[in-house]
């Protein structure tokens, strides 16, 4: 268990549906970051948040939001789903977005979209 | 982009030191090498990150040229559950670890 809870595991979907990923940090980790990962793309950095403020954007989709609550847990919606958005979802933390400190990924939530 | 040139795959055979290679010739004075690893479809593992100087921890150790424009990592003892896509980034000021295709190491008994 590396401290970065994320729910669900699984999602299976319709294109044209909504759906939302949560993330639970590290304690004591300020810092949040979506990654998605498909077969033909690898890990790819969605968005990043800083207690609570957007810190940076990656290659995330309008049809993709996210947030980050005041208690640090994260969400990333995807809405308008399609086929293409099918792929594994990650979530890492950190104590703080300065380089010498690493993150730590959870497990993922692998999203099928039909 | 990923900063960082990796070969695609390598092998190892069990017991022996796995030593993976990363270029990262346009590395800035203040930038991070980092090392993560991915076992099939897991969560990207944290393994070693160094700045300039040669590090060592339980997992691996990093040896970084003192042009600081190639690393390796690496693996004492490489084991069969050392079979993974390694990764090495170069993390910038703004604290974004941006992955590229990484090495796949096979473990062989």
């Known amino acids: 268990d590396s401290g970065v809870t994320q729910t669900p595991k699984h999602l299976i979907t319709a294109t044209g549906q909504r759906v939302t990923l949560r993330c639970s940090p590290r304690?004591?980790?300020?810092?949040v970051y979506w990654y998605q990962q498909s077969l033909d793309q690898g890990l790819q950095f969605l968005i990043q948040?800083?207690?609570?403020?957007?810190?940076a954007k990656g290659n995330i989709l309008e049809r993709f939001s996210a947030q980050q609550f005041p208690d640090l847990h994260s969400e990333l919606n995807l809405s308008s789903l399609e086929l293409g958005d099918s792929a594994l979802y990650f979530c890492?933390?950190?104590?703080?977005?300065?380089?010498?400190?690493?993150?730590?990924f959870g497990s993922g939530t692998r999203l099928t979209v039909v | 982009d990923a900063k960082t040139t990796q070969p695609p795959s390598m092998d190892c055979a069990e017991g022996r030191a796995a030593n993976l290679p990363c270029n990262h010739s346009?590395?800035?004075?203040?930038?991070?090498v980092y090392w993560y690893r991915q076992i099939h479809s897991q969560g990207p593992q944290y393994i070693i990150h160094?700045?300039?100087n040669n590090e060592t921890n339980e997992m691996a150790s990093l040896i970084i040229t003192e042009d600081r424009k190639s690393s390796t990592l690496i693996l004492p003892h490489a084991t069969l559950r050392d079979t993974a896509v390694y990764y090495c980034?170069?993390?910038?000021?703004?604290?974004?670890?941006?992955f590229g295709q990484g090495t796949e190491l096979s473990v062989k008994p």
């Open positions: 890492a933390s950190s104590v703080d977005s300065r380089p010498n400190y690493g993150y730590t």
């Open positions: 304690s004591g980790d300020l810092s």
């Open positions: 948040y800083y207690n609570g403020e957007e810190r």
């Open positions: 346009t590395i800035s004075g203040n930038e991070y």
């Open positions: 160094g700045l300039k």
């Open positions: 980034i170069v993390r910038d000021e703004g604290g974004k670890l941006i």
